[in-house]
């Protein structure tokens, strides 16, 4: 299949189409003509980005870094620059804001063309998250995410309250993390600061280049997890850079493939591009497994959520042996004061450790948000070895589990869709073929007689 150089926002299939425009578990992209989505509550939402042409050439290059790229980004939807190293997914990202300026082309957001605007003034109304977050080590979390607030002039009151809202809004206590510098916070809390930071003056665009790169696999789960929250709330337009397909996947309204200098091979719906790659080059991203990385298609929120006994920490022991024992269940979840999963606690496990708590039962390993995708879920399950993970709110508070035969039913039904789609493609493609054996068929008659 050729090169496919000129990509509009059309999708290239009919389901990458319909897909497009929200299905279940994506953020949904706004289509309004204004740019903007009119469903958001309140705030800012996302900007139309239209590339035209946009082309990079460092001085001394044979050849552009970035080649005539030709896009369009819809309003509010997330959209996933993903290829080989080198390939120029980074350059095309920071020309955007031009962090790096482009040498030919032209750049829309909101239909108004930036390409010859201030670049200070147009950083300011972008955000952008970086990977290991890019905090200034010497301002507190509040000062850094009051940064770009405060260069464009907001009033104090104002921005006080912003820093609050930011810090709810990532799941960060306000209280507790106000005043800390970056070098006091974990990997994931610096991460989830530059976010706040990069949202902080209400951007309509936000640019992301391996913001969570720089994670452990638990903590960059969880990051996804809180990023899909976001977009849920706040419909912003998202530019995010990746090397991890499977992270393309779970995040991207839809994913634009890129060959070397940013050349598209394949511009589509995450759906469209497991089941229809279109030629080797995206196949080999797409690897092997197609149908288990379909798993990052469904959202906790979207199968059963079901109840399971719990327990206080600071419950009266006896409570918890009578719990343990009359329930239907053989153990039960030990939640800690703030009410998030903390231990399984099995029968046999309190009179083992003597009746403490603190020396019984199996630390949580792992827990999963409604947001996480079924694939976060399964492998969840077979970390934590129980036969079902928890499910917690945005502050870690439980709020019930999903058990390991739950997702293997979802498993099997993805495995039987593709199964049904294979055997309807079969028989579109011997359509195809008949109707051309016919009319070569009808063609030679045709010769003969004349």
Avoid at 76 to 97: A, D, H, Q, R, Y
Wanted: charged share 25%; net charge negative.
């Amino acid at each position: 299949m050729p090169e496919t150089p000129d990509i509009s926002g059309t999708p290239r299939t009919a389901q990458g189409s319909e897909a497009a425009a929200g299905g279940p578990g994506r953020s949904g992209a706004a289509t309004d003509s204004g740019g903007a989505d009119a469903s958001a509550a309140h705030g800012k939402t996302g900007a139309t980005i239209e590339l035209e042409n946009l082309t990079k050439q460092y001085p001394g290059s044979a050849a552009p870094a970035v080649d005539s790229v030709n896009m369009e980004i819809k309003a509010g939807e997330i959209v996933i620059f993903v290829g080989p190293s080198g390939c120029g997914k980074s350059t095309t990202l920071k020309m955007i804001n031009r962090l790096i300026e482009p040498t030919g082309g032209r750049i829309r957001i909101a239909g108004e063309d930036v390409t010859d605007m201030d670049p200070v003034k147009l950083r300011r109304k972008i955000g952008y998250a970086i990977q290991a977050s890019g905090l200034f080590p010497h301002m507190t979390v509040a000062r850094n995410i009051a940064l770009v607030p405060k260069m464009v002039g907001w009033p104090k009151s104002k921005i006080a309250a912003r820093v609050e809202e930011m810090l709810d809004l990532v799941g960060l206590d306000p209280g507790e993390f106000h005043g800390r510098y970056p070098r006091q916070l974990s990997g994931g809390q610096q991460q989830r600061v530059g976010v706040a930071r990069a949202l902080a003056a209400d951007p309509p665009v936000l640019l992301m280049d391996e913001p969570f790169g720089a994670v452990d696999p638990i903590t960059r789960d969880h990051l996804q997890d809180e990023l899909i929250r976001l977009q849920r709330e706040l419909h912003k337009t998202i530019v995010f850079v990746t090397h991890d397909f499977d992270e393309a996947i779970k995040l991207g309204d839809r994913i634009a493939v890129l060959r070397e200098r940013s050349r598209i091979a394949q511009f589509d719906t995450p759906e469209a591009i497991l089941t229809n790659p279109a030629d080797d080059f995206v196949s080999g991203f797409v690897g092997a497994g197609a149908a288990l990385k379909r798993l990052n298609l469904t959202r906790v929120r979207d199968v059963e959520i079901t109840e399971y006994p719990t327990v206080k920490i600071d419950d009266p022991l006896q409570d918890v042996f009578d719990k343990l024992r009359s329930g239907s269940t053989n153990e039960i979840l030990l939640l800690d004061r703030r009410g998030r999963p903390y231990k399984w606690l099995r029968r046999g496990d309190l009179m083992r450790a003597k009746g403490s708590l603190a020396r019984a039962g199996t630390l949580v390993a792992d827990t999963v948000t409604r947001d996480a995708t079924l694939r976060d879920a399964l492998e969840a399950v077979l970390t934590d070895n129980t036969g079902r993970v928890a499910v917690t709110g945005r502050r870690g508070e439980y709020e019930g589990v999903v058990d390991m035969e739950t997702l293997m039913n979802s498993v099997h039904e993805l495995l039987e869709a593709d199964r049904l789609d294979a055997i309807e493609h079969q028989h579109h493609l011997e359509e195809v073929r008949a109707h051309q054996t016919h009319a070569d068929q009808e063609g030679d008659g045709g010769g003969a007689r004349a």
